[in-house]
């Protein structure tokens, strides 16, 4: 009798969650939760994304020998929790905490490529409290002093060794959380923190704090000198975080619109706190190293995605070797607790990992197919006149005494933003936004006029993904205390009229996948590409991307302004074969995660303007046929058609969206954008009347294509 596959679980609980499934050593499917929920950075309850590993592998949470979780309160349903988990009173499964760096740290221990000894460094904007670390046999600065209170000092960096299989710690340093100290409102977080202050400085630049890496991108449009007074006092091989240099800064941007009329002061804030950053990381790194000297380094903690620092230590300290670990943010905790429990609880040997970045699961060519023969697209004005009646319905026929100052949003993609208001038994009806919600629903105008009749139907739809919502338990009153099929007689037909609609493309399948998507490539058509298990981590990297020509002029700010609707400034990367990398570019470092930046070669600077920054640098991809061979594939027959091998690359979604995970996301998204293309598997779909005329500007002549 064969063996059973031994499983293990890691599951990590706070922001950008995540989970991890081990199958006799190897990862067999991971995910981040806002793939499934589609919401940004979503966290904490992690029975979505727990499911999503499971049912991928074809098992239930009984198949799994251990779960190892970082953030998660002890039982199966607390209000901490917020919504009942998976590991109930019937569940024997052992689970097992283990503290945040620890967790980052096993991350690396599990992913990287080295076979021999190597240190590994942490930084992130926040770790865990003193008191629930267990990795504390390092040097711990003023230890004696955060003893007193070791619940109110978090980790902020953390170095350990890695010998003959055994971690060790070597150096581990703390600062009191920001809650308690100084001024609550602006200093919250961890104080003298690296990744604290480039949280704070994106929030002070964007007025949020959902993308970090726009401040990298901001950074180039500055000018060095406006602001001269150092960020950071470094000192005693520590960080120390200058607050009256921050007290200086008081014009935070409270908009878009403020961000973009006096976008050079906010570039030059940019610039100065990504030159102050790269100095204290280095500075960080060269202390530690003097510690404990190391010819390989693994590094993680969301300070680990600053591309333009990673670059710097890369080529300025004397290391034969530097792995940044791809999801080196939260969403890789997951990745850490279930290497953790593979190679420390259960005393396994480590079972090298292939490299891959592609850990989601695959969908079958059924579930494509279906996908392609279910899509419909409907009219947007008829869709926004059936929720405006039903709306107006909802408003009349209604009375909802004990909801006074409830307010429910309704965000509807297809049809706008509505407001409910209920006040001394009325419902009042608003387009726009005209007070604070209390609850948000967002969906299209479809999934709301069908899941609202029917709390179980709502309830299947959020759980596909279809609805996104805010503060259930405010939402459930409402549901009890207003009837959303009172008087509404037409709600049959408007159902039969959204269940109709058109399929508004032509499929086709080519003998040569590659060769195919590389001429409409060269035509100048923008390609939403689709295939396998999506990527795991912040990079979009051939199997959930869009992709394009990068010598067509304007595409970027097509790109950005009509498909991704974000800023202007933000740029994109360029994907290249390998082997020729050094043709395009100065510095040989293989960079298959999107996590170095390199500087153009002066020959291709003005072919390549699309994929590079200002300061002719670029965040590059650099693409093997080992584990992306599909869009190798694709940059190869590219190559052979136009005489270059570089694509622009970047993610399949668009400003505030996660980026797509199954088939019917990436049509709708298609369907719904200025796509040309979309690649779906082995099938090519092209939007009806297209004429194979380039969208963003004409194809690149073939006199101005440059052979390598």
């Given at each position: 009798m064969k063996n059973r596959p031994i499983y293990v679980l890691g599951t990590g609980y706070s922001h950008d969650g995540s989970a991890c499934l081990l199958k006799d050593g190897k990862i067999a499917v991971a995910i981040e939760k806002e793939r499934i929920t589609r919401i940004k950075h979503d966290g904490n309850n992690d029975t979505a994304?727990?499911?999503?590993?499971?049912?991928?592998?074809?098992?239930?949470?009984?198949?799994?020998?251990?779960?190892?979780?970082?953030?998660?309160?002890?039982?199966?349903?607390?209000?901490?929790?917020?919504?009942?988990?998976?590991?109930?009173?019937?569940?024997?499964?052992?689970?097992?905490?283990?503290?945040?760096?620890?967790?980052?740290?096993?991350?690396?221990?599990?992913?990287?490529?080295?076979?021999?000894?190597?240190?590994?460094?942490?930084?992130?904007?926040?770790?865990?409290?003193?008191?629930?670390?267990?990795?504390?046999?390092?040097?711990?600065?003023d230890r004696e002093k955060i003893q007193q209170l070791p619940h109110l000092y978090y980790e902020k960096d953390s170095y350990y060794s890695y010998r003959n299989g055994k971690l060790q710690t070597v150096y581990k340093d703390f600062s009191e959380f920001g809650f308690f100290f100084r001024n609550r409102e602006k200093y919250a977080g961890n104080m003298h923190s690296i990744g604290g202050v480039y949280e704070m400085l994106s929030k002070y630049c964007f007025s949020n704090v959902e993308d970090t890496g726009k401040l990298m991108g901001l950074g180039p449009y500055g000018e060095k000198g406006r602001f001269t007074d150092p960020?950071?006092?470094?000192?005693?091989?520590?960080?120390?975080?200058?607050?009256?240099t921050l007290d200086t800064l008081n014009q935070p941007s409270r908009s878009f619109s403020n961000l973009k009329n006096r976008f050079q002061y906010y570039a030059d804030v940019a610039c100065w706190v990504q030159d102050q950053v790269e100095e204290a990381i280095l500075y960080t790194f060269r202390s530690r190293l003097e510690q404990d000297p190391a010819e390989r380094l693994t590094y993680a903690g969301g300070v680990a995605l600053n591309a333009v620092a990673n670059a710097r230590l890369l080529r300025e300290l004397d290391l034969k070797e530097l792995y940044m670990q791809p999801a080196a943010a939260d969403n890789g905790i997951a990745i850490g607790c279930a290497?953790?429990?593979?190679?420390?609880?259960?005393?396994?040997?480590?079972?090298?990992?292939?490299?891959?970045?592609?850990?989601?699961?695959?969908?079958?060519?059924?579930?494509?197919?279906?996908?392609?023969?279910?899509?419909r697209v409907h009219d947007p004005l008829e869709t926004k006149m059936l929720v405006d009646a039903y709306l107006r319905n909802i408003r009349y026929y209604n009375k909802a005494a004990d909801l006074s100052g409830v307010i429910l949003q309704l965000t509807l993609t297809d049809s706008g933003i509505y407001q409910l208001a209920f006040h001394d038994g009325e419902v009042e009806l608003h387009h726009g936004v005209k007070k604070v919600p209390s609850v948000t629903i967002t969906t299209e105008g479809r999934y709301f006029l069908q899941g609202m009749r029917n709390m179980d139907h709502f309830t299947a739809l959020a759980q596909e993904g279809k609805i996104t919502l805010s503060n259930g338990n405010d939402l459930f009153r409402i549901m009890q205390a207003v009837d959303f099929s009172a008087r509404t007689e037409g709600l049959v037909e408007m159902e039969q009229q959204l269940s109709g609609g058109s399929q508004p493309f032509v499929v086709r399948r080519a003998e040569n996948l590659a060769s195919a998507v590389a001429s409409l490539l060269a035509e100048g058509k923008v390609i939403g590409l689709y295939h396998g298990g999506a990527e795991f981590g912040p990079r979009a990297l051939g199997h959930r991307s869009i992709i394009a020509d990068p010598r067509i002029p304007g595409v970027r700010d097509y790109i950005n302004s009509r498909i991704k609707l974000r800023e202007d400034f933000r740029?994109?990367?360029?994907?290249?074969?390998?082997?020729?990398?050094?043709?395009?570019?100065?510095?040989?470092?293989?960079?298959?995660?999107?996590?170095?930046?390199?500087?153009?070669?002066?020959?291709?600077?003005?072919?390549?303007?699309?994929?590079?920054?200002?300061?002719?640098?670029?965040?590059?991809?650099?693409?093997?046929?080992?584990?992306?061979?599909?869009?190798?594939?694709?940059?190869t027959a590219f190559k052979e058609q136009t005489g270059i091998s570089v694509l622009l690359n970047t993610s399949f979604n668009r400003k505030g969206m996660p980026i797509v995970e199954t088939p019917v996301e990436a049509l709708n998204f298609f369907l719904g954008s200025e796509l040309d293309c979309l690649v779906l598997e082995d099938l090519i779909i092209l939007k009806k009347g297209t004429g194979g005329q380039a969208t963003p500007a004409t194809a690149v002549p073939q006199a101005e294509q440059a052979a390598v």
């Open positions: 994304a727990i499911q999503y590993c499971l049912d991928a592998e074809g098992i239930t949470i009984h198949d799994v020998a251990l779960v190892v979780q970082n953030g998660a309160a002890a039982g199966p349903v607390t209000d901490y929790h917020e919504g009942p988990r998976l590991f109930t009173k019937d569940v024997a499964v052992p689970i097992y905490n283990i503290s945040h760096h620890l967790a980052h740290a096993y991350s690396t221990i599990g992913t990287c490529p080295f076979t021999t000894d190597f240190n590994i460094v942490v930084i992130d904007g926040s770790g865990a409290s003193f008191d629930q670390c267990m990795d504390l046999s390092g040097f711990v600065p960020l950071f006092d470094l000192k005693d091989g520590r960080v120390f975080v200058n607050y009256d290497y953790y429990g593979w190679l420390e609880i259960l005393g396994k040997e480590n079972v090298r990992h292939n490299g891959t970045a592609f850990l989601g699961r695959p969908y079958s060519k059924d579930e494509v197919e279906s996908a392609v023969a279910d899509i740029p994109f990367a360029p994907a290249v074969l390998e082997e020729d990398l050094l043709v395009y570019f100065k510095y040989q470092q293989d960079t298959p995660y999107m996590i170095l930046v390199n500087e153009v070669r002066d020959e291709w600077a003005a072919q390549l303007s699309s994929v590079i920054h200002r300061n002719r640098s670029a965040r590059v991809q650099t693409v093997n046929k080992v584990w992306n061979k599909s869009f190798y594939d694709i940059l």
